[in-house]
């Protein structure tokens, strides 16, 4: 397939945004050293606006080539409903009503483990709260659990290793932990009604593996950083919250109605609009909504499918000439530079494909979604959760993509072994 020169400009400026993610702890930097200029240093250092700001530099060279009618046309031809809910989750999830009651359970399970508090909590935020992914859906998932563990551990001055190999384990779990059924997971969804992969067939041959995974992986970080999770004291909490019960139960009718109509955005924003109105009236039972995040998040997966379109030309000829081995492989390097449902999607269309081409694909991208912030389309809500407690309010890739590889190898031998 010969590119057009649109798609070859989208795929640079996709490598360059790429490369961005890795320098925006440089760019916060240049905004210290640099206060004249440093509301476009903040700009460029915000990992959220990355794909947001280089998909404008697209458009607009779209629209100079190709003219404004022509760009609008393309913009209306994309998807966003991920971006979208994305956001709506994220924000519904992280309301206080439905921590309570996600912390109530999770402090109910910790105390039956046979550790101290601290110990056996965090192990459930990060074993226990990321399965919860694959039906609460992974943004919900990651945002529940992220704001526990900055809540309970980030801020509390934890070390800079644990919070690397934390944000590691965290990002692999809630990748690999949708799996276990057919609805919510961002990369099974785009495939699961055209292979008519249905509840039993993804806990058969994707569920077990992933939940075996992700226990190890939640059990490794546990024991490795036991001593300091031990001095943090965290405490188990009661059973009684200081949100009224009806008001949770409401709330979990919003996220449930939100989740039952992830793919029509009419119904689910219009589902948010009533939580709004709910959130202000009862606004003694919530804290800040975290607006700003959640839009930050949105912004970065719409420009993540505006860029990530201009892709397809070269990304499903590479996964068509792979076999199985070398395709699970190739789909978890390639994940860490493009979105894992985007990869599932494009696979999807190769044709003649058999059941061992698509267990490979998927497995893939679901292992290698926590080696970046790209990678997985809940991680850039963890990310902006997270960010203000690590130095200079950013996040190391590097450092991101290093403490990922030890749970990552994990999955791939459950998805490659057994």
């Known amino acids: 397939m010969t590119p057009t020169t649109i798609q070859l400009t989208g795929t640079l400026l996709f490598a360059i945004a790429v490369a961005h993610t890795f320098m925006t702890k440089y760019f916060e930097r240049l905004a210290h050293q640099q206060p004249k200029h440093a509301g476009t240093w903040h700009l460029l250092g915000e990992v959220e606006v990355v794909f947001g700001f280089w998909a404008f530099v697209l458009l607009g060279f779209m629209s100079l080539t190709s003219g404004t009618a022509a760009t609008t046309a393309y913009l209306e031809g994309l998807d966003f409903t991920e971006p979208a809910f994305v956001f709506v989750i994220m924000v519904v999830a992280a309301s206080r009503p439905v921590l309570e009651l996600c912390k109530m359970l999770a402090h109910a399970l910790a105390r039956y483990l046979p550790f101290e508090d601290s110990v056996a909590f965090y192990f459930i935020c990060l074993s226990v709260i990321p399965l919860l992914g694959s039906f609460i859906t992974e943004p919900a998932a990651m945002t529940v659990a992220a704001l526990m563990l900055r809540d309970n551990f980030y801020s509390r001055g934890i070390s800079h290793r644990l919070k690397y190999v934390t944000l590691g384990a965290l990002f692999v779990n809630v990748s690999i932990g949708g799996t276990l059924t057919h609805f919510a997971a961002p990369p099974v969804l785009m495939v699961a009604s055209r292979w008519n992969w249905d509840l039993w067939y993804m806990l058969g041959h994707f569920g077990w593996k992933a939940a075996i995974a992700a226990l190890v992986n939640a059990g490794l970080a546990t024991w490795l950083f036991r001593d300091e999770l031990r001095a943090l004291n965290v405490k188990a909490e009661g059973t009684r919250a200081s949100v009224p019960a009806q008001l949770i139960a409401l709330h979990v009718l919003f996220l449930s109605g939100i989740v039952f109509f992830s793919h029509h955005p009419v119904v689910f924003v219009g589902v948010f609009l009533l939580f709004l ?13 975290i607006l700003r995040e959640g839009l930050l998040v949105g912004f970065f997966l719409a420009g993540l499918v505006t860029l990530g379109t201009q892709q397809q030309w070269w990304l499903q000829d590479v996964l068509a000439g792979m076999d199985s081995t070398a395709l699970y492989f190739g789909a978890t390097t390639l994940t860490a530079i493009t979105d894992n449902a985007a990869l599932t999607y494009l696979g999807s269309l190769v044709q003649g ?15 290698g979604g926590g080696l970046t912030v790209i990678a997985n389309a809940p991680n850039p809500a963890a990310f902006a959760i997270l960010r203000g407690s690590f130095d200079d309010e ?23 072994i057994l």
């Open 277 to 289: 109105g709910v959130a202000e009236a009862y606004r003694h039972y919530h804290d800040r909504l």
């Open 353 to 367: 494909t058999d059941d061992a081409f698509r267990y490979s694909l998927v497995a893939g991208a679901v292992t």
């Open 394 to 416: 950013a996040i190391n890739p590097l450092g991101l993509l290093v403490t990922a590889l030890p749970p990552t190898l994990v999955a791939i031998i459950a998805f490659q």
